[in-house]
Nanobody
Framework: QVQLVESEGGLVQTGGSLRLSCAHSGRAFNSNAMGWFRQAPGKEREFVAYINWIGKATEYGDSVNGRFTISRDNAKNTVYLQMDRLKPEDTAVYYC??????????????????????WGQGTQVTVSS
């Protein structure tokens, strides 16, 4: 059973930066594609970022593209989300997710929560205006 544990989020000011990490407990991390999603109160879960098993392919949601960066360290079983130029609308609970697939192929499929098999507990990020 894979366990994903996100780092603590926090409160940051508009324009600030924050880095989230997600530790993967399983031995299959090196073969898992990983994703970050977020959910604000009253809204559906939103795709944030995707990275394939080796870190050579990344994708981003439109609202974060150019501000957020996903990366991974397979030696540490950890995936990261660097968030820069944060905005109040980035306020949400952020979740990391793991897929049994190394690559999630197909237009837009990496953005679907249904492609992911394990989820972290979520961490709150609040951006003050």
């Amino acid at each position: 059973q894979v366990q994903l544990v996100e780092s603590e989020g926090g409160l940051v000011q508009t324009g600030g930066s924050l880095r989230l990490s997600c530790a993967h407990s399983g031995r299959a991390f090196n073969s898992n594609a990983m994703g970050w999603f977020r959910q604000a109160p009253g809204k559906e879960r939103e795709f944030v970022a995707y990275i394939n098993w080796i870190g050579k392919a990344t994708e981003y949601g439109d609202s974060v593209n150019g501000r957020f960066t996903i990366s991974r360290d397979n030696a540490k079983n950890t995936v990261y989300l660097q968030m820069d130029r944060l905005k109040p609308e980035d306020t949400a609970v952020y979740y990391c997710a793991a897929s049994i697939k190394g690559n999630i192929r197909g237009v837009g499929t990496f953005a679907s929560p249904l492609e992911y098999d394990a989820w972290g507990q979520g961490t709150q990020v609040t951006v003050s205006s």
